[in-house]
């Protein structure tokens, strides 16, 4: 029967930290790990905490730069005005004196000449375009349904533009930039970091706010802190002159509910992020202002200077023949140890810069329209080679000193030799050995601390969808679904869900005669209860930073904020699920709890449903398409007749039905999830037709599909008997 009483979950979820927990990586991990670390470029590491979303290398990496940033933190004394036992108001003050003094320095860089105020802007872009990111994936089934990461969920929702990728922080800040002809490519893109000309700081920096994001919910006092601070002082609000989506009252709101939460432990690791940020804060503004002065000191030879090193690397084999001076601009431009004051000083009296007929000279008109280097040089910098090509033309001869860009190097210098150092205590290698069913989903749902599992993970899901596969010839004999193949168009897609939802769903529906007595209706409860309580897992990391770019992403988005009833405990699903089990005296450890592995009430053949949907769930990149199609398949599933007739022995025995009757509307095929569900395939895959032509879309819409039959081969037992000679394992039936 039900669990040891003490161990049970009761609402609210009153978690101010997950249990601590080691982190466990395998060896390779390790490795590859250290590898990414080792090379030492600030840039690569960005990208990579930022693009990877999948491996098990990049955790560790995440917890090794969390630990650099956080530990000298953890250990500062109280002796920066906020004591450990602050009040929210009291933090909420000093925060504000600090604001202060950055307005006053973000102010000073308001009206410097345009240039000026362009590199500064651009230098600030990384991290005003990821704040907020460390939301991205708090909410996940080991931290739902906590009081704390709802709250923190209205105000990501907020964030997002309510689902809106055109309302969403990002895109308004974005638009705040443009509106001041600052343009930069998808935060995402290959080229965003040079094009934001980010120095070493900014991008480690914002590593740690990616890092965070990877490991959100192990951090979440450490979290709390740094939401409210990175917010509450507003940076990018006050640079770019934009009113805060999230008012400093609503922040603090968040911050008094966790305080009442936290016991002492959780405290102080609240306050070692909020030390943090103001740390951070206050070393990029000061950064902002360094660079602003940089760049107004630097002299038209040091501007010449920048463009020359900024082109060098890409100019190859382009000038072959060219000489100035001695030597070929070839070699020259190839020189790992170019002295450029060197190459400024023979370049100004080269024959390519000495005015001609018509008043220019053989250097500006190549980059000129019609000439061999048009469109090399933007506006701008055609513009600085112009006014120098003048000055020398006028004979100035002014000593060339080149004053390199070295601002923020000796902070970042600090913070890279702290990542390289690190070596957190809590990071365990080990082997995974052989898990069964219930130590796989503990691991699963605390993925954070068992990175480990990861290959296990892909590898299963992968087996899945190919095994599923066979319902593709004998799908259209399922009981609740039809998987077998079509040919993609929108049309029938939409003319399939519509006819398994009226044929399969909805027509063979008559109200039961007779319910079932008390132990078999609890029974069947608990055997659709497993899922249940990963609810909405399979969507949990689409559309993160970086990937909410798409109109699929973002009705996915919506969908998951559905879910979870966009932070509203009343409507939150896993909150419902937990109040129906209760009323049916079925008492559960939380599923992140290491005693859910010894829970006595789910049947243990239920195992194999959830853990699908938990291991495609953490391969939103990979498995993308699929996710779609398993997205459409369960959003229907749960209508008509089935649920129907729980609900219907629900209330006969005066059960809770609110789950059940959440999903009769909220799933609908009208207008609900299962139809959000099919538009949002029919617009991926019109983005895959736009981006790679009608070909590519089949291929892509055998992926979708797999995924939806994937969904099938767990419901369909009957089915999948019938038409393998193997025995059917025993934990696909649900
Ligand atoms: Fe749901
Ligand atoms: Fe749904």
């Not at 060896?27 to 098990?56: H, N, T, V, W």
């Not at 970091?193 to 450490?222: K, Q, W």
């Not at 068992?450 to 899945?464: Q, S």
Request: proline share 5%.
């Amino acid at each position: 029967m039900a669990a040891a009483p003490t161990l049970a979950f009761e609402l609210p979820d009153t978690i101010a930290a997950l249990p601590v927990r080691a982190f466990e990586f395998s060896g390779k991990a390790r490795e590859e790990a250290e590898a990414i670390i080792a090379r030492q470029q600030p840039d690569a590491l960005f990208r990579r905490l930022l693009c990877d979303q999948e491996s098990e290398a990049v955790l560790l990496v995440a917890r090794r730069v969390i630990d650099a940033f956080l530990r000298p933190h953890a250990e500062a004394p109280s002796a920066d005005g906020l004591p450990d036992d602050a009040s929210a108001d009291d933090i909420a003050a000093h925060v504000a004196q600090t604001r202060a003094g950055l307005a006053a320095t973000i102010g000073s860089l308001s009206n410097i000449e345009p240039d000026t105020r362009d590199a500064v802007v651009r230098q600030r872009a990384p991290l005003g375009l990821l704040g907020g990111c460390w939301l991205d994936v708090l909410s996940q089934p080991a931290t739902q349904p906590s009081v704390v990461v709802n709250r923190l969920y209205t105000q990501h929702f907020t964030q997002r533009g309510e689902g809106n990728p055109r309302r969403c922080l990002h895109y308004l800040r974005r638009r705040q930039m443009e509106g001041v002809d600052v343009y930069l490519p998808e935060i995402g893109a290959a080229d965003f970091l040079s094009r934001a000309g980010a120095r070493p700081l900014t991008t480690l920096h914002g590593s740690f706010y990616l890092a965070l994001s990877r490991l959100p919910a192990n951090f979440l006092p450490e979290l709390v802190g740094v939401h409210y601070v990175f917010h509450a002082l507003g940076v990018d609000d006050l640079l770019l002159g934009m009113a805060p989506m999230l008012p400093e009252p609503a922040l603090r709101d968040v911050l008094v509910a966790y305080l009442e939460l936290a016991g002492p432990a959780e405290r102080r690791r609240l306050f070692t992020g909020i030390r943090l940020v103001l740390t951070l804060e206050g070393e990029h503004v000061a950064m902002l202002a360094e660079l602003a002065t940089w760049h107004q000191g630097l002299t038209l030879e040091s501007k010449v200077a920048a463009i020359v090193a900024r082109h060098a690397p890409f100019a190859g084999r382009h000038h072959q023949g060219v000489r100035v001076g001695e030597r070929l601009l070839a070699d020259t431009f190839s020189d790992p140890d170019l002295d450029l004051a060197k190459f400024l000083r023979e370049f100004r009296e080269a024959r390519q810069l000495r005015r001609t007929r018509d008043g220019l000279s053989r250097f500006v008109k190549a980059f000129k329209f019609g000439g061999p280097m048009f469109g090399i040089f933007d506006e701008r910098e055609a513009a600085v080679f112009k006014a120098w090509v003048e000055s020398a033309q006028a004979g100035e001869r002014p000593e060339i000193v080149i004053s390199p860009n070295t601002v923020g190097d000796a902070q970042a210098a600090v913070w890279a030799s702290a990542i390289a150092a690190s070596a957190p205590a809590d990071v365990v290698i080990a082997d995974i050995g052989t898990p069964s069913d219930r130590e796989l989903f503990y691991r699963l749902v605390n993925i954070e601390n068992y990175a480990n599992t990861l290959p296990l993970a892909k590898e299963r899901a992968e087996k899945l969808f190919s095994d599923a596969e066979i319902l593709f010839t004998h799908g259209a004999g399922g009981r609740y679904t039809d998987a077998s193949y079509f040919d993609y168009s929108a049309a029938a897609l939409y003319e399939r869900a519509e006819r398994v939802y009226w044929e399969k769903l909805v027509k063979p529906y008559q109200p039961l005669a007779e319910i079932p007595d008390r132990d078999e209706v609890v029974f069947l409860q608990t055997t659709y209860a497993l899922g249940a309580l990963v609810d909405a897992t399979w969507i949990h990391r689409i559309a993160n930073l970086g990937r909410f770019e798409r109109q699929c992403d973002s009705a996915l988005f919506s969908i998951y904020a559905d879910e979870v009833g966009y932070g509203d405990l009343r409507k939150n699903h896993i909150t419902l699920i937990h109040r129906a089990l209760q009323s049916m005296d079925i008492r559960l450890p939380h599923i992140r709890e290491a005693a859910f592995m010894d829970q006595g009430d789910l049947p243990d053949e239920l195992y194999g449903f959830s853990l699908h949907q938990l291991c495609m769930a953490l391969f939103p990149d990979t498995y993308y398409n699929e996710i779609l199609g398993y997205n459409l398949a369960i959003e229907m599933f749960g209508l008509g007749e089935l649920r129907l007739h729980e609900i219907q022995k629900l209330r006969h025995y005066g059960f809770d039905d609110c789950y059940e009757q959440a999903h009769l509307t909220i799933d609908n095929i009208s207008a609900g999830h299962s139809r959000q569900a099919a538009d949002i395939i029919v617009s991926y895959l019109d983005e895959v037709r736009r981006a790679l032509g009608d070909a590519a879309v089949q291929q892509e819409w055998r992926r979708v599909w797999r995924g939806y039959a994937s969904l099938a081969y767990f419901v369909e037992h009957a089915l999948l008997k019938q038409v393998t000679t193997e025995e059917v394992p025993v934990d696909l039936v649900i």
